[in-house]
């Protein structure tokens, strides 16, 4: 598959899914979402695909949303936006519940929907120097479309510290967070990542697919419904007056007129 993502499997199944855009720090847009839930019908139907390492190509290991993407839904109608979070909401339930074991290798930083990314994966482990945040609050926003993932990741408890407040939080504290498995040094991601993969090249793949069915349907819900709720939870919060200005302070690259400044 071209494009947006990059997919290489080696002899043994294992699969590993590339966000291929560093010169836009893997920023997703609509090409990538699409290529991304396609990739993991095919990768989760795929019978020589043992275990999926979801990773990103440069610096960055997701920056959240495209600029060109977020403007269409700065101009985009109620109905189009709800479409659009959907259409984002069922990329990450298909990576979520891909039949697969999914390792997520996170060599840089990971912003806004780059945190729902690694939260769909089952285990993930990032760059020491990874740095982290929801930033959709600075934009009058809120990070709704990839939180039913994040909190089944993290717990309530845990996400509320991060969750609302679009600090920016280090590789320690995103361990700490449940987040991450762990935070190590760059050039021991590939060893690190290896020690995942090899135990579940000695098991039965239809036992660990069922496997992962079970912890999920165990875990919190995560259906239409709860997809619909999230998608009208974001069309409604795009609609006040301080996601416009939000918005349009980010674009115009100057402060909301909500932000609080030291005189």
Same mark, same amino acid.
């Given at each position: 598959? +071209? #494009?947006t993502i990059r997919i290489e499997t080696d002899a043994r199944g294992v699969a590993t899914l590339t966000l291929? $855009?560093?010169d836009k720090h893997n920023a997703m847009n609509a090409s990538m979402i699409a290529e991304l839930t396609k990739?993991? &019908?095919e990768l989760g139907a795929d019978p +020589? @695909? $043992? @275990? @999926?390492?979801l990773t990103? &190509? #440069?610096r960055s290991f997701s920056a959240g949303a495209d600029l060109a993407w977020m403007k269409a839904q700065f101009a985009a109608s109620r109905d189009e936006r709800i479409a659009e979070a959907t259409t984002l909401a069922r990329m990450l339930k298909?990576?979520?519940e891909m039949p697969k074991p999914l390792i997520g290798r996170v060599q840089g930083q990971a912003f806004g929907g780059g945190l729902g990314l690694i939260s @769909?994966? *089952?285990v993930a482990i #990032?760059? *020491?120097a990874a740095r982290f945040a929801f930033t959709e609050t600075k934009l009058g926003l809120i990070p709704a479309t990839i939180s039913p993932y994040v909190l089944a990741r993290m717990g309530e408890g845990s996400a509320r510290r991060v969750f609302m407040s679009a600090r920016l939080f280090d590789a320690d504290e995103a361990v700490s967070l449940g987040l991450l498995a762990q935070a190590i040094p760059a050039d021991d991601l590939d060893a690190a990542v290896g020690a995942e993969i090899a135990p579940y090249l000695a098991c039965s793949p239809a036992a660990v697919a069922s496997a992962k069915a079970l912890a999920r349907s165990l875990g919190p819900v995560i259906d239409e419904a709860t997809i619909a709720d999230t998608a009208r939870r974001l069309a409604d919060i795009w609609e006040t007056a301080d996601a416009r200005e939000g918005v349009s302070a980010f674009f115009d690259k100057r402060l909301a007129t909500f932000v609080e400044t030291e005189d």
């Open positions: 598959m +071209t #494009g291929a $855009r560093p990739a993991a &019908e +020589t @695909v $043992r @275990v @999926v390492v990103g &190509e #440069g298909a990576l979520n @769909v994966c *089952d #990032g760059s *020491d």
